[in-house]
T-cell receptor, first 112, second 117 residues
Framework: AQSVTQPDIHITVSEGASLELRCNYS??????LFWYVQSPGQGLQLLLK??????LVQGIKGFEAEFKRSQSSFNLRKPSVHWSDAAEYFC??????????FGQGTTLQVKP | DTAVSQTPKYLVTQMGNDKSIKCEQN?????MYWYKQDSKKFLKIMFS???????INETVPNRFSPKSPDKAHLNLHINSLELGDSAVYFC????????????????FGPGTRLTVT
């Protein structure tokens, strides 16, 4: 069965510092990969997605993610974090089953 | 212009009651979903409809019954509510599936926080 692991439950970074959130998935083929962000009390907003092609994908709000097939990973990065980036981040996969399988989420806290 | 909307945003009710959550999307999408987010923020799919037809039905108690009157609406009715049903329920929609020759990400509504006392 497909699964998604986000190893970091909680991450704290200083404003202006770089960020990397890890995501590993378990699936035999290449799934469709997503990163969503959830601000407190809000719904989920898509940051970026990978379907095929270039393994480095750009998203909204200055985020990017890199798909590494050999490592079954899809890590999210941002070169300089802003205080407004504090939120819950979810990695998700769709193995063409029609349903998103989510990771446990990573809570990002930003220190001033 | 809200893409995916849900009503109500908050729902507080007692055990044993029956309640419904409504979802509407104005994106013209063919597929709609219900997800449950538990107290640990874990998200899990419950149901999916494509053009009013149920296509995904996860292991969900039969007290939960989705209904899709048309492809823009997907409602969730819950009978005999239990304490464990307390969660945030998210509706989502997407354009279609790969087997349809179309693939798109899912767009989520703002969620409905259900509290059962």
């Amino acid at each position: 069965a497909q699964s998604v692991t986000q190893p970091d439950i909680h991450i704290t970074v200083s404003e202006g510092a770089s960020l990397e959130l890890r995501c590993n998935y378990s699936y035999g083929a290449t799934p469709y990969l997503f990163w969503y962000v959830q601000s407190p009390g809000q719904g989920l907003q898509l940051l970026l997605k990978y379907f095929s092609g270039d393994t480095l994908v750009q998203g909204i709000k200055g985020f990017e993610a890199e798909f590494k097939r050999s490592q079954s990973s899809f890590n999210l990065r941002k070169p300089s974090v802003h205080w407004s980036d504090a939120a819950e981040y979810f990695c998700a996969v769709d193995a063409d089953t029609g349903k998103l399988i989510f990771g446990q989420g990573t809570t990002l806290q930003v220190k001033p | 212009d809200t893409a995916v909307s849900q009503t109500p945003k908050y729902l507080v009710t007692q055990m044993g009651n029956d309640k419904s959550i409504k979802c509407e999307q104005n994106l013209g999408h063919d597929t709609m979903y219900w997800y449950k987010q538990d107290s640990k923020k874990f998200l899990k799919i419950m149901f999916s409809y494509n053009n009013k037809e149920l296509i995904i039905n996860e292991t969900v108690p039969n007290r939960f019954s989705p209904k899709s009157p048309d492809k823009a609406h997907l409602n969730l009715h819950i009978n005999s509510l239990e304490l464990g049903d307390s969660a945030v329920y998210f509706c989502a929609s997407s354009q279609g599936r790969l087997w349809q020759g179309v693939f798109d990400e899912q767009y989520f509504g703002p969620g409905t926080r259900l509290t059962v006392t």
